[in-house]
């Protein structure tokens, strides 16, 4: 089954609201449609003929330093697994660092678990990008939602608000 790319800012109803309103800063942003079953990267992979090193995932981090509770959402490869406890631990000051519990991820962006992306996270969040992900000419990553994907460049996640490249993958 092939997918049906269209810019993002036409098709809004198959996105989490937050992305919604995030996604016309962005350019170049396209959405398609998918069976929400499908919505694990390694389904989707199969069954749209996208490969693991096209898709990118977005981890939710809860760091902890001195009972305070920061959030951060990390970007690597689906071919790659960030480095939490390591590289993002020390680079977001932490003692500890895990990845958040499903609830609180999906409380505090407002989008589905398994279609969290880095478009529409509180603005208050770093974004981690990995240098793999920021080099790439387009990737597929969440919408929001479990019913679509998003395709976007890994320069245009570089570019967010809030975001930094860095090497995540340990």
């Known amino acids: 089954m092939s997918l049906h790319w269209v810019p993002a800012t036409e098709r809004i109803e198959l996105l989490a609201d937050p992305v919604a309103r995030a996604v016309p800063h ?5 959405v398609a449609g998918i069976d929400p079953d499908l919505a694990d990267t390694a389904a989707f992979c199969e069954r749209y003929s996208v490969r693991l090193d096209e ?8 760091a902890k330093r001195g009972g305070e509770i920061r959030y951060a959402a990390c970007m690597v490869l689906a071919t790659m697994r960030a480095d939490v406890n390591g590289v993002v ?6 003692r500890k660092a895990s990845f958040a519990p499903m609830a609180d991820a999906v409380e505090l962006t407002g989008m589905e678990y398994g279609g969290i992306t880095p478009l529409g996270l509180p603005e208050d969040w770093p974004i981690l990008v990995d240098t793999h992900v920021a ?3 387009r990737v597929v990553i969440g919408s929001g939602v479990r019913r ?3 395709a976007v460049s890994g320069a245009q996640l570089a570019g967010l608000k809030g975001a930094e490249v860095l090497p995540l993958a340990g």
């Open 148 to 150: 679509s994907k998003l």
């Open 26 to 30: 962005v350019e170049g942003v396209e």
């Open 89 to 94: 631990r020390r680079h977001l000051d932490a």
């Open 135 to 137: 080099e790439h000419p």
């Open 55 to 62: 898709s990118a995932n977005c981890v939710v981090v809860a």
